[in-house]
C-alpha cells in the first residue's frame, strides 16, 4: 500500500485533557488546531503575521488564545505577529526538515545508510548462532533493508522519530535559534548584546537559556526582545555571574569573537580586511 504523502501535525495523546484546553470553548481549540495545521502548511515554524492571523480566524478566537494562560499561553502576541508558543517542542521545524534532507542527500551520495549489522560482523546479539539452522531468510534481509530505505527516502516526516539516536542531529545551537525566534528574539543581535555588555561571547544556546529565564521572571511581556536586552543592560554583572555558572567546568572558554562580525576571532580577519579596503585610494 503507498504511503500517505501529505502533511502531518503532532499533538499528545491526552492534548484534550490540558486545563488550558478544556477552558476553552470548542471553536477557540479547533482554531488552535488550525493554526498548528496552517503554520505546518505555510512552512512558518508557527509564526503568523497579525493581518494574516486575523483574516483567518476571528479576533476574539485569537484573542482566547492568547489569554488562554497568565505566563504560558497556547498562542503569544509578539508586536505585528501571532506565535504559537512552544511550536518547536512540538511540531517538527523548518530547520530540523532541511538537516534531516542534508543528511539523506549525504548519505544517498555515499550509497546510502550504513548497515547496523555489516555483512561479515557477526551475527546480531541474542540471533541465532551460525550452523542451527535457524538463520534469517533471503526474503527476511530483502524486507528489512527495503524497510530501512523507505524510512530514509520515502518518509522523512516520521523518520525523525525511527532513526538511531545521534544518526541526525540538528544541533543545540540551531534548535536554540528555532526557541529564539519563536519567543521573538533576534538570535544574532542577542549574542551581540550579551558580549558587549558582559564581555562574555556565548553560543545560541547559552544566549537562549538567558533569554528564557529573564522572561520566565517578568511574566506577560508585550516585547520579549527588549524586555531582554534592557534587562542585560540593567545587571550585566548578574547575567554573567549567570552564564559562568551554568557553564562545565570541563569545557574550555570559547575565544573571544569580534563584536562586528560573530564568528570570527580576535584580531578580526574582515575588519582588517575592510580597513585596508577604506585605505584604496
Same mark, same amino acid.
Given at each position: *500500500? ?6 502531518? *501535525? /503532532? ?30 502548511? @505555510? ?5 503568523? &503575521? ?35 508558543? &512552544? ?18 542527500? #549525504? ?24 550452523? /542451527? ?10 524486507? =528489512? ?18 532513526? !538511531? ?8 545551537? =540551531? ?31 547559552? #544566549?537562549?537559556?538567558?533569554? /528564557? &529565564?529573564?522572561? @520566565? ?17 540593567? !545587571?550585566? &554583572? ?6 559562568? #555558572?551554568?557553564?562545565? /567546568? ?8 569580534? #563584536? ?14 575592510? @580597513?585596508?579596503?577604506? =585605505?584604496?585610494?
Amino acid at each position: *500500500m503507498p504511503r500517505d504523502q501529505r502533511l502531518y *501535525m /503532532t499533538f499528545p495523546n491526552d492534548f484534550h485533557r490540558h486545563p488550558k484546553i478544556t477552558r476553552l470553548p470548542v471553536e477557540v481549540r479547533w482554531a488552535f488546531v488550525e493554526m498548528n495545521g496552517e503554520a505546518r502548511e @505555510a512552512d512558518n515554524d508557527g509564526v503568523f &503575521d497579525a493581518a494574516d492571523a486575523e483574516f483567518l480566524w476571528p479576533l476574539d478566537v485569537l484573542d482566547q488564545l492568547v489569554a488562554s494562560h497568565p505566563t504560558r499561553p497556547l498562542v503569544l502576541r509578539q508586536g505585528d505577529k501571532y506565535v504559537i508558543r &512552544d511550536y518547536g517542542e512540538h511540531q517538527e521545524t523548518k530547520a530540523a526538515r532541511e538537516a534531516r534532507a542534508a543528511k539523506n542527500r #549525504a548519505n544517498g551520495q555515499k550509497g546510502g545508510r550504513p548497515r547496523k549489522n555489516p555483512v561479515g560482523s557477526g551475527p546480531v546479539s541474542g540471533g541465532n548462532p551460525p550452523g /542451527t539452522g535457524s538463520q534469517p531468510n533471503r526474503t527476511q534481509h530483502k524486507a =528489512e533493508s527495503e524497510s530501512e530505505l523507505e524510512t530514509e527516502i520515502e518518509d522523512p516526516v516520521r523518520q525523525s522519530s525511527h532513526v !538511531d539516536s545521534g544518526e541526525i542531529d540538528d544541533g543545540p545551537d =540551531e534548535a536554540a535559534r528555532v526557541v529564539l525566534l519563536g519567543l521573538g528574539v533576534n538570535t544574532d543581535r542577542l549574542l551581540h548584546h550579551i558580549q558587549e555588555r558582559t564581555g562574555v561571547v556565548v553560543s545560541p544556546a547559552e #544566549a537562549m537559556r538567558v533569554a /528564557t &529565564d529573564i522572561l @520566565a521572571r517578568g511574566g506577560d511581556v508585550m516585547k520579549p526582545q527588549a524586555y531582554v536586552l534592557r534587562s542585560i543592560t540593567n !545587571d550585566p &554583572d548578574a547575567i554573567r555571574a549567570a552564564i559562568t #555558572a551554568a557553564r562545565p /567546568t570541563s569545557i574550555p572558554q570559547r575565544e573571544p569573537e569580534c #563584536a562586528q562580525h560573530a564568528g570570527y576571532p580576535l584580531p578580526c580577519e574582515r575588519c582588517r580586511r575592510d @580597513a585596508a579596503e577604506k =585605505e584604496k585610494p
